[in-house]
């Protein structure tokens, strides 16, 4: 995530900062959450759950259940999201990184992310994020936290992972500024 605000700053990417400013021309990063991402994927093995009291019906003796999807508490959750998520980018276009599975980019519009846990952090120019946008809703339930950048329409502070991250100008150059985690002094 310090990687995509760093090329947020860098202006010149994809040969962006050679041409006019424009709103299509400024990379911005945009902040997707999803909402109950580990049930989304399907179960591919067998699993089980004792059924809590008010799920059992009385009279059928039945005290356990098989998911059809994914819950939070099993290993296959996270493995199952994460094989969800890249098929859903793969079909966009998208290529996940070999060293970290982490990150993704697609070389057509240099558009290029990271997810920590059900959160996509997604840098590139505001017609390639509203793409990623419709791709992801087309599939999941989905917010969007907020665009942080130096275009008209987005936000210049904004909190990137339990840190204040705040964009800005300064004698005519761009900036980044994090504040740390205040649980952590």
Not at 13 to 41: N, Q, Y
């Amino acid at each position: 995530v310090k990687t995509l605000l760093s090329l947020l700053v860098t202006d010149g990417v994809d040969g962006a900062s050679s041409g006019p400013k424009g709103d299509d021309t400024e990379l911005e990063l945009a902040i997707f959450d999803i909402s109950r991402a580990h049930f989304m994927p399907k179960c591919k093995r067998e699993l089980y759950i004792e059924l809590p009291p008010e799920d059992r019906n009385p009279g059928d003796g039945y005290l356990v259940g098989q998911l059809n999807r994914n819950m939070y508490g099993f290993r296959d959750a996270a493995h199952g999201w994460s094989e969800d998520w890249q098929a859903t980018l793969g079909e966009a276009g998208f290529a996940v990184g070999k060293a970290n599975p982490a990150l993704f980019h697609r070389g057509s519009d240099r558009t290029r992310g990271a997810v920590h846990g059900d959160d996509f952090y997604v840098l590139g120019k505001r017609s390639a994020l509203d793409s990623v946008a419709e791709t992801l809703a087309s599939k999941y339930s989905l917010r969007e936290s907020f665009r942080l950048g130096f275009g008209s329409h987005c936000v210049r502070e904004a909190m990137v992972l339990n840190r204040v991250v705040t964009c800005g100008r300064e004698r005519g150059r761009k900036f980044v500024q994090i504040e740390p985690d205040s649980r952590h002094v």
